[in-house]
T-cell receptor
Framework: AQSVTQPDIHITVSEGASLELRCNYS??????LFWYVQSPGQGLQLLLKYFSGDTLVQGIKGFEAEFKRSQSSFNLRKPSVHWSDAAEYFC???????????FGSGTKLNVKP | DGGITQSPKYLFRKEGQNVTLSCEQNLNHDAMYWYRQDPGQGLRLIYYSQIVNDFQKGDIAEGYSVSREKKESFPLTVTSAQKNPTAFYLC??????????????FGPGTRLTVT
């Protein structure tokens, strides 16, 4: 069965520190992978996506993610976190010609001053 | 600006009443989706539609109904049969899968509280 696991429910980092949010997926076909960010009480905003090609993808707000097929992972990274990055982050997987996205349960990021 | 609007942002209803949540998009997307979000559970798909006058059940369709009479609109009705309707509801749209990179664009959400 298809699934997405975000093993960290909450993460706290200091402003200026680096960040890595983990995402593991289980999917039988070649996955399309996404990271979204959600501020409290708001909708989701797409940070980046991977469909094919270079396994290191760049997104908005200085985020990047690396697709590792051997590890079934698509971890999100940022070299230096800003206080405005505090939000909830969701990893999602889909596939070509397939209607459903599968979302992870989310990771809440707290940024310490 | 193109985007997705959901109204209202907050909605309060008494138990036993049906309630309809609005979702409108001007992105010219064929596909539209409804998700339910509960704390710690991510997003769960309620219904989706790839084209006007057609829609399919998602993973948690029981107690919900939808219509797709116009490309721009995909209203969701939460019926009295939904046992736990209090939640945050998100609408999304995309180009249909199979036509390219089909990331979903989300509206701002509607928080429904049923007492």
């Amino acid at each position: 069965a298809q699934s997405v696991t975000q093993p960290d429910i909450h993460i706290t980092v200091s402003e200026g520190a680096s960040l890595e949010l983990r995402c593991n997926y289980s999917y039988g076909a070649t996955p399309y992978l996404f990271w979204y960010v959600q501020s409290p009480g708001q909708g989701l905003q797409l940070l980046l996506k991977y469909f094919s090609g270079d396994t290191l993808v760049q997104g908005i707000k200085g985020f990047e993610a690396e697709f590792k097929r051997s590890q079934s992972s698509f971890n999100l990274r940022k070299p230096s976190v800003h206080w405005s990055d505090a939000a909830e982050y969701f990893c999602a997987v889909g596939a070509y010609n397939f209607n459903k996205f599968y979302f992870g349960s989310g990771t809440k990021l707290n940024v310490k001053p | 600006d193109g985007g997705i609007t959901q109204s209202p942002k907050y909605l309060f209803r008494k138990e036993g009443q049906n309630v309809t949540l609005s979702c409108e998009q001007n992105l010219n997307h064929d596909a539209m989706y409804w998700y339910r979000q509960d704390p710690g559970q991510g997003l769960r798909l309620i219904y989706y539609s790839q084209i006007v006058n057609d829609f399919q059940k998602g993973d948690i369709a029981e107690g919900y109904s939808v219509s797709r009479e116009k490309k721009e609109s995909f209203p969701l009705t939460v019926t009295s049969a939904q046992k736990n309707p209090t939640a945050f509801y998100l609408c999304a749209s995309s180009i249909p899968p199979g036509r390219g990179t089909y990331e979903q664009y989300f509206g701002p959400g509607t928080r429904l509280t049923v007492t």
